[in-house]
């Protein structure tokens, strides 16, 4: 399974961007697909998750910014960023988790400290500047 992460930048406050995560290397119809982001000097938090039902968790400081829209024909999911702040400055990383378990892996991508996913991208870098 690969991940592969694309789309970060630069961009100032209250600009947009969208990230992509392009996946190949599973045919799973039961998935749970999500982003986490890491800024320097701080632990990895999950930011959004969206499972094969179409279920979407989006953890409390971007909650309204951000959104998880899917093409599952091109089988790639984006990171729409709106509003943008400095503190959403970070490498932002797509994962994956396949198969069983995977709702409740996507019910817990905003719990701190949660990182038990199955596969990860290697990450886009998003600066936002004030």
């Known amino acids: 399974v690969q991940l592969v992460e694309s789309g970060g930048g630069s961009v100032q406050a209250g600009g947009s961007l969208r990230l992509s995560c392009a996946a190949s290397?599973?045919?799973?119809?039961?998935?749970?697909l999500a982003w986490f982001r890491q800024a320097p000097g701080k632990e990895r938090e999950g930011v959004a998750s969206?499972?094969?039902?179409?279920?979407?968790l989006y953890a409390e400081p971007v909650k309204g910014r951000f959104s998880v829209p899917e093409d599952n024909d091109k089988n790639t999911l984006y990171l729409q960023m709106n509003s943008l702040k400095p503190e959403d400055t970070a490498n932002y990383y797509c994962?994956?988790?396949?198969?069983?378990?995977?709702?409740?892996?996507?019910?817990?991508?905003?719990?701190?400290?949660?990182?038990?996913?199955?596969?990860w991208g290697k990450g886009t870098p998003v600066t936002v500047s004030s």
């Open positions: 994962a994956a988790a396949l198969g069983f378990g995977y709702v409740e892996q996507c019910r817990l991508v905003t719990a701190e400290n949660y990182d038990d996913m199955d596969y």
């Open positions: 969206i499972d094969s039902n179409g279920s979407t």
């Open positions: 290397g599973y045919t799973y119809t039961s998935y749970c």
